[in-house]
């Protein structure tokens, strides 16, 4: 009986099956948890998901590395929902064009402010190099983030984490953050949170207000291509 | 629903070969999108089946996170050992980032088109319910 046991564990720990259905269990949980306790953004799903998964994988002993042999299969869809965002996008062109200018200089001074202070407060509060150039792609969709990490010295899986969490960290305080320095435009709210919040912050804005998704998919957009394109150049006339 | 997905992996595919054959930093998903708005523009339309689609697999965007976020396991010394800068850092630049494109985006706007102002719809909805 209980060697039964020990090879259906055996075999379930080891198949992609456990750690994909763990996955979504714990985001409907995350999800449940968001709704039932009035859909407050401190409670966001990806936090609730992630803690209830790392605690399960610990007290279990299954490594992470089994756990996201099942798991990729979800990671994967994020490169077709980055495509999928063209179709906001395209809903809101007309917005868009006539933005256009505000957007470009929104997205270049907002990349710069959140990447640079992102690398001066570690370094202020005496983070090692590896940490500092890790965390400086932060603010965009992880794919890219992890690419432009390795391109700079840092260590792609620990910027991946800098991301989620930078992207939970806007998703339960950026709109306090966006009443407290009072703006009301919905354009201006979600370009913010796309620009310096990627995914997340796009998915907080897209619960929220069509208008707001459209513009925080854009700002995710642009971002990744602007930090792809400037954040290697820039590391290179600094450190050489 | 399966031609939407078969779209939006072709896009991608193409994005990813775009990127590779011509060596160009910018990842092959954000090539995939530029390249379906493209065709958008071209169409000039979202067929209702893309429409439906994209909007389901976007709902549900921040699950795709979850499986990069639970990473956070395997970094659990560093995370200890620089906790301050880490946390600091995080907490500080993510806000100023948010604050800084938003108000300066805002302010733009404004004095690009000055209606725009009271157009917004101001206090008018629930505090706690917007981005």
Redesign the interface.
Known sequence: MSADLHQIWVYLSASPLA?LTL??V??QIGLWVFEKLG???VL???LI??IL??GT??LSGID?RT??DG??F??F???????????????Q?QEVR??A???V???L???T???L???A????????KV?ILS?AP??VT???AM?VSE?IGGLP??T????????????S???W?????R???????????G???H???????????EV??AF??L?M?LN??AT??LL?TLYHLIWG | MLGT?TL??L??LA?ELAARLLHL??????L??????AG??LRGG?PAA??DT??G???H???????????????VS??ET?A???V???????????????????F???R??PR??EE????SSA?????
Request: aromatic residues 6%; proline residues 6%.
């Open positions: 750690g996955t979504l714990a985001y859909r407050r953004p966001n799903p990806v998901a992630v998964i790392a994988l610990s992470y756990y996201f798991a990729q979800v990671h869809l994020l490169g077709p929902a980055t495509v999928a965002l063209a179709i906001p996008l395209y809903n062109f006539r933005s200018l505000a957007l200089v929104a997205l001074v907002g990349s402010a959140s990447a202070s992102a690398v407060l570690v370094w202020i509060c005496g983070g090692t940490t965390m932060k603010s992880s794919p890219i690419g391109q899986s620990l991946a984490v800098f991301v989620i969490i930078t992207g939970i960290v806007a998703a305080l950026g709109t953050v966006l009443n407290l320095v703006v009301k435009d919905w354009r201006a709210r979600g370009f913010g949170m620009v310096a919040a995914g997340i912050g796009t998915a907080r804005a897209l619960q929220v207000n707001a998704g925080a998919g700002g957009g990744g291509l792809a394109l290697p | 997905l939006l992996l896009c991608q994005g930093p910018v990842p092959g998903p954000v995939g999108m530029l390249l379906l708005f958008l523009l979202v893309i429409q994209a909007g697999l976007l709902r965007l921040s699950l795709l996170f979850v499986p990069a976020g639970v990473g956070v396991m395997v970094h560093r995370l620089e301050l800068p880490i600091v850092a995080l907490f500080g630049s993510t806000l100023f980032g948010i604050a800084v494109t938003a108000k300066l985006m805002a733009l706007l404004s690009g088109d725009l102002e917004q719809p101001a206090g505090k706690g319910d917007r981005t």
